[in-house]
């Protein structure tokens, strides 16, 4: 099964944007699915996760109240609704999923995944 990361572009500071995460394949065996973010000279951070199964959701502390996270199993697939953008939200987005759950707010953890999509580039202007 293979992730594909869609939705990105470039949006005034203030706009929003939404960002699918789609599995192709046969199936979709990944209980658990985060959003990622790299910057550029910056590593890559966690700033969402969810569980497909109980719909527990998790957000980094920087986009609280601003992204959402939710997930559509009839569709496999996984978004984030992004509003209120800032500049500092520029990034390469990048979802990643796990086939085994992992504790609490770890899911934001980058090493718990191997399977990753490729990214969709958000560029916030000022």
């Not at 504790?103 to 934001?108: D, E, I, N, V």
Request: net charge positive; glycine share 12%; with cysteine.
């Amino acid at each position: 099964v293979q992730l594909q990361a869609s939705g990105g572009g470039l949006v005034q500071a203030g706009g929003s944007l939404r960002l699918s995460c789609a599995a192709s394949g046969s199936s979709w065996d990944y209980s658990l699915i985060a959003w990622f973010r790299q910057a550029p000279g910056k590593e890559r951070e966690g700033v969402s996760c969810i569980s497909r199964g109980t719909g527990t959701l998790y957000y980094t502390d920087s986009v609280k109240g601003r992204l959402t996270i939710s997930r559509d199993n009839a569709k496999n697939t996984v978004y984030l609704q992004m509003n209120s953008l800032k500049p500092e939200d520029t990034a390469v987005y990048y979802c990643a999923g796990r086939i085994n759950r992992v504790p609490g707010s770890t899911c934001l953890n980058s090493i718990h995944y191997v399977n990753w999509g490729q990214g969709t580039q958000v560029t916030v202007s000022s």
